[in-house]
């Protein structure tokens, strides 16, 4: 029970870990002028499609963690 536990917020700590590094660079780019709103709407997107992989294997790791061995 408690190793279970453990592992849940090991999975949840690497995802979260995962989503700060992809995210890192939005607020350079929210603070730079030079960048267009096409431009930040354009990276915003690639952001928003890369993190989808990680929320469904956090959902899917939570909900079977049969499924990690």
Known sequence: MI???KAKAKLL????IIWIIITLPLPWIINNPEVSQSQF???LGII???SIP???LGIVWTL???LTT
């Open 3 to 5: 190793s279970d536990r």
């Open 54 to 56: 990680f929320i469904a």
């Open 48 to 50: 928003g499609i890369m």
């Open 41 to 43: 709407n354009t990276i």
């Open 64 to 66: 079977k963690p049969e």
């Open 13 to 16: 700590i690497l995802l979260g």
